[in-house]
């Protein structure tokens, strides 16, 4: 059963992007840095389209611990210090997006992850005769930085504080027990420079992959508003792609 949201596409200006054919599925392709709300973001898809969203961490995770052919061979890989190889992961992804819960659309997360994965997922959902919709949560990075190191852990209770948006009522203290707060090593300003540079090395051959290859790049910044905000802009443009 299709799902029937929006009306068809036809009212489109010239700049729209490219109508989103409303009797087809939407293959979802979320990018957004560490910091960026993604975990959040995606959730609010699962919820919003009623689609499963597919990690191929977890796939792979699921096949390590039932010790089947697929896992085993990933481990090895994974003591070898190798990446899983493309066409694994291409093979995972297309007998999971092939089941019948998948009919309606999906979320991709962790996939794909290199220019030449993503050339194959473009087939694959073809394939399946979805349409894929890339949306890329846009942030400065300045803003994350603040935002990441301003985290502060109550060690004893785990509250946490955020100097900027959840301040404790005295500087550095646990306003629950008198605490002095800490700083978590993986909120230190260093560690957060070094995964966002990570990420961009890693993402942006794929954002620019797609900015070639496919009109359906959603674009929405996240770096001022709220969750809910940022998720009623990703709303609006997935109407619009929708032609509703
Ligand atoms: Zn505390």
Redesign the pocket.
Known sequence: MKAEKGTPAGALSPDSPAALDTSRARAIVLFGSPGSGKGTQSKYLVEWLGIPQISTGDMLRDHMRRGDAIGLSVTDRMRAGSLVSDELVNELVRERISEPDCDNGFILDGYPRTPAQAEEMLRLVAERGAEEVVIHLVVDYNVIISRMTGRRV?P????LYNSVSRPPKIEGI????G?ALVVREDDREDVVRRRLAEYERQTQPLIDFFRRSSRRLIEVDASHDKPEAVFRKIQARLESVNGG
């Open positions: 109550c004893k209770c785990g509250t646990c306003d629950l027990d605490t």
